[in-house]
């Protein structure tokens, strides 16, 4: 696997390299124990989300100091392997299923990751602001943006607006129409070669 993403992001380090791999042998050996993915994925995590979480970094480079908000991070996705990609960014992950929130946390834990907050529970629950919120497959885009809107700090420090970024599969037309603020929309074979993503793609909604 880390010949793979330092195909990809040739900026990592060995440390980095190293913590990717740690965290994709961790979901594997925990989700035996508890399930946290999708049995096809198993075999598959590298690329399925490890690499599907970094897209967000191919799509933009936070600024150190930046703060992002993980809604529905599950098991840590996209969160932690953004994290170890940005260890001078914050990140908060936040997800109702308890099991998986302290699993997050477990494997941050072990990863020796400083910048990530955890917190069980929902957006309406958490009253920070962040230059971005990242989310992967949860809800649809237009029920996020009323979820995460209050959320998003007024102030820019990106090359980007701040906003919403999320990592989505499919036909995204009917979806997108429901939203009310204009979105972009990236296919995430821009990025990577790999045949999982050709259904994939990036949205990025500025609030």
């Not at 429901?178 to 929309?185: A, E, I, Q």
């Amino acid at each position: 696997m880390q010949q793979r993403i330092a195909r990809y992001f040739m900026e990592l380090t060995d440390r980095q390299l190293g913590q990717l791999q740690q965290l994709a042998d961790s979901l594997k050996a925990y989700n035996e124990k508890v399930n946290l993915i999708s049995r096809r994925d198993v075999d598959n995590i590298e690329v399925a989300h490890i690499l599907h979480s970094l897209a967000i970094a191919r799509y933009i480079q936070f600024t150190p100091g930046s703060r992002i908000m993980d809604l529905g991070t599950g098991c840590g996705l996209p969160g932690l392997p953004l994290a170890v990609m940005f260890p001078q960014v914050e990140f908060h992950l936040i997800d109702r299923i308890g099991k998986k929130i302290e699993a997050a946390r477990s494997f941050a834990n072990d990863l020796q990751l400083d910048n990530v907050t955890f917190q069980h529970g929902d957006s309406g629950e958490c009253h920070d602001k962040f230059d971005f919120v990242v989310s992967r497959a949860v809800m649809p885009q237009a029920d996020l943006i009323k979820a995460v809107r209050r959320n998003i700090a007024p102030k820019q420090r990106n090359a980007i607006p701040n906003g919403l970024i999320t990592l989505k599969g499919g036909d995204l037309e009917t979806e997108l129409k429901s939203c009310r603020r204009p979105s972009v929309v990236v296919p995430l074979t821009d990025y990577f070669s790999e045949p999982f993503f050709e259904t994939k793609k990036l949205v990025f909604t500025p609030l």
